[in-house]
């Protein structure tokens, strides 16, 4: 009797191997689900309502983006990971959804999915920050802000769109790779994290070029410097922290993951239609228009990116964890 | 003059056939959207989002905002019809506009819930095209420390919100308070009441609470009562409302545009705050406070019409700085940028066609609007005929689908069923619901500015002082909150207790 559910289970196993290989060579079939963590109107959601028309020209189905969002992204991000992997469900990624689950480990709880259980296909842009004051700051250059910051330990204060997200931790690797103390004043969102600068309720701020560009040139913030390696097309006087001799770097990514299991050949041609869209002229210009730049990794680089970075975002979370007063 | 001259450029973009039709489906799609409980503003603007790929900037900012604006207008029509609120702005127009159907004066409700969103809108704009560039920049002064005082005040307020004791009215705030700190602590990370839940980590949703306690709470107790119901065919002249109803709604209603524009301008929960702020400011002067939450044309003429004079100021900081307050205005930035179109400070210098095109189509899109809605109160009204034993039914499914529609999640139905229940049992106590929703909406506001402000002086308490929009708003709560004192226990007038014991 139990050999023969061992038997049936393996016919069932091997039957599925094959239904899935015969699902790969005509895939896609039926319409593609894009589930987007975030919430409807962020940048996740521009770079992946922008990307599904012009996929949906490529692979002549549907794709359609859904908006799970709960638990600063980590619904959306299990109903990705536990989705069948028949290429049907995939995930909008961004770097929020691994610091999420390192977040989770730091604070000693178990995380209801890894990043181990995507398989990358690849990404539309990773952006640098920038590290902006008020408009009437004294600091005119990152040099009179560190040294000031280093002066007065402790007192000066910047804001976040919301704790360990996309804007805290910029600004978290750039103060301790300078060495100063900040205090961090989280806000609920992007834009209320920018009002705050721009009305002079905290001292500074890091936030994403889309959103700070035109304060910038309307001169309602100042930027001091790009957090990252290289200075932006869009802003190109603007130094960079590595040239100002600071070691700090954070990239925001956002790209597309599918489930682990998904079928070697579907991954192949989902990572071979996501190569063309974004680096095509159709979608550059949406991207560019928004005021960021598209930066492509494929699956392969963005699985190594996400490793590495994780295993440092791990140590910084630790540190912090640490030092949050209980 | 050159506002004038502006404006006129600004007609002869929006007036283009291209663009009144698209205004027109933005109204239509928002009002929609507004009637639904459940989808909101914000998913009716994104789903409509890729459509707008390719059309100009003006014309996909112009389809957008009228979503925006159009769903305030739909907002009360559940809410009078059926006590549940369609957004969670029409919180307190069930209070009264229900009542106000029970007894026949649905039709006036809803009437003069649309006579006032147009005149609050159309004023709101004219606020909006005068002042925009110098209100926005007063909008971004108003920190933490002056958000809590502001959120102070309205919680002294909240006090005097239900129509039953204050004795009955402040457990409710305090276990709406309680239940608003369910969720992740946004500022430490410290996971609050969720028992392991991820769908709680968020804190517990406004449409799930909104829906059980009012929907299905008060379809559970009308099956019990046997109703006495207002049948019959409708006249034409019933919809409308009477000469001492429409004179009774004069004041609330610019009174309400006054409140509306100005908390339209902070962050946050602005709508919320400006439809309630104004339901209680038209019941203290009130010459008949009494009678408020039994149907008064005056509970559902203020806060209809502040809501969207708020609605419409709220796009004072997007429009005049790029910074958007609230999630709505975000999106419609998402969708300018998609369009080449960066909102900033010289948004309106540099695409004056685009801002005045916008300005002048919302005159235009409100015109739509109240033309629109006018003849579908009579559509509505009707509804009310519907025999209990359908239109039950009914509610229920609208309030399953409308909860699950939102976030595709099972948690959320048990919270509706579980709120479903409890909103019975504050019936039969006797209980009020609004000062519940209300409070668990705006708690997390009041906390998260109070500790925001102490994380920015370093645990200083002057920083409430220290600003002087803060200082002003904190020692006119204390004294509202001493003149309640001073209310509740001085002696009772001759006429107070006659009138009293006359009950």
Request: proline fraction near 6%.
């Given at each position: 009797m139990?050999?023969?559910?061992?038997?049936?289970?393996?016919?069932?196993?091997?039957?599925?191997?094959?239904?899935?290989?015969?699902?790969?060579?005509?895939?896609?079939?039926k319409p593609i689900t894009l589930i987007n963590p975030q919430a409807p109107g962020g940048t996740l959601d521009v770079q992946a309502r922008a990307f599904a028309p012009l996929a949906e020209k490529m692979l002549g189905q549907p794709v359609v983006v859904v908006n799970k969002t709960g638990a600063t992204g980590m619904v959306g991000g299990l109903a990705g990971a536990q989705a069948a992997p028949d290429g049907y469900t995939l995930t909008v990624g961004s770097v929020n959804i691994p610091n999420a689950i390192e977040w989770e480990i730091a604070n000693n709880r178990k995380p209801p999915f890894t990043r181990h259980d995507f398989v990358c296909i690849g990404t539309f842009t990773m952006s640098p920050t920038f590290l902006i004051v008020p408009p009437d700051s004294p600091y005119k250059t990152l040099a009179d802000f560190v040294a000031d910051a280093k002066a007065k330990p402790g007192q000066l204060a910047f804001s976040s769109g919301g704790l360990y997200g996309m804007s805290h931790l910029p600004a978290e690797i750039f103060a301790r790779a300078a060495g100063i103390k900040v205090r961090h004043v989280p806000y609920t969102g992007g834009g209320p994290s920018l009002t705050a600068v721009v009305g002079k309720q905290v001292d500074f701020s890091v936030n994403y070029p889309a959103n700070t560009l035109s304060l910038i040139r309307g001169n309602k913030v100042r930027a001091l410097a790009v957090i990252g390696a290289k200075r932006l097309k869009s802003a190109p006087n603007i130094p960079t922290t590595k040239e100002l001799g600071i070691d700090a770097e954070y990239y925001g990514w956002v790209g597309i993951l599918a489930p682990v299991k998904t079928p070697k050949p579907i991954v192949d041609k989902l990572r071979d239609v996501m190569k063309k869209v974004v680096e095509g002229k159709a979608f550059v210009d949406i991207i560019e228009q928004a005021g960021d730049e598209v930066r492509f990794l494929n699956g392969e680089e963005l699985a190594k990116y996400m490793n590495t970075e994780s295993e440092k975002i791990a140590k910084l979370y630790a540190e912090m964890v640490k030092e949050t007063p209980k | 003059m050159d506002v004038l001259s502006n404006l006129l450029n600004g007609f002869q973009t929006a007036l283009t056939f291209k663009n009144v039709y698209l205004c027109f489906?933005?109204?239509?799609?928002?009002?929609?959207?507004?009637?639904?409980?459940?989808?909101?503003?914000?998913?009716?603007?994104?789903?409509?989002?890729?459509?707008?790929?390719?059309?100009?900037?003006?014309?996909?900012?112009?389809?957008?905002?009228?979503?925006?604006?159009?769903?305030?207008?739909?907002?009360?029509?559940?809410?009078?019809?059926?006590?549940?609120?369609?957004?969670?702005?029409?919180?307190?127009?069930?209070?009264?506009?229900?009542?106000?159907?029970?007894?026949?004066?649905?039709?006036?409700?809803?009437?003069?819930?649309?006579?006032?969103?147009?005149?609050?809108?159309?004023?709101?704009?004219?606020?909006?095209?005068?002042?925009?560039?110098?209100?926005?920049?007063?909008?971004?002064?108003?920190?933490?420390?002056?958000?809590?005082?502001l959120l102070l005040i309205a919680f002294?307020?909240?006090?005097?919100?239900?129509?039953?004791?204050?004795?009955?009215?402040?457990?409710?705030?305090?276990?709406?308070?309680?239940?608003?700190?369910?969720?992740?602590?946004?500022?430490?990370?410290?996971?609050?009441?969720?028992?392991?839940?991820?769908?709680?980590?968020?804190?517990?949703?406004?449409?799930?609470?909104?829906?059980?306690?009012?929907?299905?709470?008060?379809?559970?107790?009308?099956?019990?009562?046997s109703l006495v119901r207002f049948v019959g065919k409708v006249k034409m002249r019933e919809l409308l409302p009477n000469r001492d109803e429409l004179r009774a709604s004069w004041a609330p209603i610019f009174r309400g545009t006054g409140l509306g524009f100005l908390i339209g301008l902070l962050p946050g929960s602005a709508h919320v705050l400006s439809s309630f702020v104004s339901y209680t400011l038209e019941k203290r002067l009130s010459k008949k406070p009494e009678e408020f939450g039994t149907g008064?044309?005056?509970?559902?003429?203020?806060?209809?019409?502040?809501?969207?004079?708020?609605?419409?100021?709220?796009?004072?900081?997007?429009?005049?700085?790029?910074?958007?307050?609230?999630?709505?205005?975000?999106?419609?930035?998402?969708?300018?940028?998609?369009?080449?179109?960066?909102?900033?400070?010289?948004?309106?210098?540099?695409?004056?066609?685009?801002?005045?095109?916008?300005?002048?189509?919302?005159?235009?899109?409100?015109?739509?609007?109240?033309?629109?809605?006018?003849?579908?109160?009579?559509?509505?009204?009707?509804?009310?005929?519907?025999?209990?034993?359908?239109?039950?039914?009914?509610?229920?499914?609208?309030?399953?689908?409308?909860?699950?529609?939102?976030?595709?999640?099972?948690?959320?139905?048990?919270?509706?069923?579980?709120?479903?229940?409890?909103?019975?049992?504050?019936?039969?106590?006797?209980?009020?619901?609004?000062?519940?929703i209300l409070?668990?909406?705006?708690?997390?506001?009041?906390?998260?500015?109070?500790?925001?402000?102490?994380?920015?002086?370093?645990?200083?308490?002057?920083?409430?002082?220290?600003?002087?929009?803060?200082?002003?708003?904190?020692?006119?709560?204390c004294l509202l909150f001493l003149w309640n004192i001073f209310r509740a226990v001085r002696p009772k007038k001759a006429w107070e207790k006659a009138l009293e014991e006359g009950e």
């Open positions: 139990k050999s023969q559910v061992k038997r049936l289970s393996v016919l069932m196993a091997l039957s599925l191997v094959i239904i899935s290989a015969s699902f790969a060579a005509d895939y896609p079939t | 489906i933005g109204c239509l799609w928002g009002t929609v959207v507004g009637v639904l409980p459940g989808i909101g503003p914000l998913a009716g603007i994104t789903l409509l989002i890729p459509a707008t790929f390719g059309m100009d900037a003006t014309g996909a900012i112009i389809m957008l905002a009228g979503i925006y604006y159009g769903a305030m207008y739909g907002g009360s029509t559940t809410s009078i019809l059926m006590n549940i609120p369609g957004e969670s702005a029409s919180v307190v127009t069930c209070i009264d506009g229900y009542q106000m159907a029970r007894k026949g004066r649905g039709g006036a409700a809803l009437f003069i819930a649309a006579w006032g969103s147009w005149i609050g809108g159309t004023l709101s704009i004219i606020g909006l095209m005068f002042l925009a560039p110098s209100l926005a920049n007063f909008a971004v002064k108003f920190g933490p420390p002056e958000m809590f005082a002294i307020l909240l006090g005097s919100l239900g129509k039953g004791s204050f004795f009955k009215t402040v457990p409710m705030i305090l276990f709406g308070l309680l239940v608003g700190t369910i969720g992740m602590d946004p500022l430490t990370g410290t996971m609050r009441f969720t028992h392991g839940i991820k769908d709680l980590y968020d804190g517990i949703g406004f449409i799930p609470v909104a829906m059980g306690a009012f929907g299905i709470g008060e379809i559970l107790t009308s099956t019990e009562e008064r044309i005056e509970g559902v003429a203020g806060p209809e019409t502040a809501n969207n004079a708020a609605s419409e100021s709220a796009m004072i900081p997007f429009l005049g700085l790029g910074i958007p307050t609230g999630p709505a205005p975000a999106v419609m930035m998402i969708a300018l940028l998609i369009h080449g179109v960066r909102p900033g400070p010289l948004f309106i210098s540099e695409q004056p066609q685009v801002f005045w095109g916008l300005i002048a189509s919302m005159y235009i899109g409100n015109l739509i609007l109240i033309i629109l809605n006018l003849p579908l109160v009579g559509l509505f009204v009707n509804l009310l005929r519907v025999p209990f034993r359908i239109l039950f039914p009914v509610i229920l499914l609208i309030c399953l689908v409308g909860t699950y529609s939102v976030n595709s999640s099972v948690v959320e139905l048990g919270i509706l069923l579980f709120f479903g229940v409890l909103g019975y049992i504050f019936r039969k106590l006797d209980f009020d619901i609004a000062p519940f409070a668990m909406i705006i708690g997390p506001t009041l906390e998260m500015s109070f500790r925001q402000s102490l994380m920015r002086s370093a645990g200083s308490f002057s920083i409430f002082l220290k600003s002087p929009i803060a200082c002003t708003l904190i020692v006119m709560s």
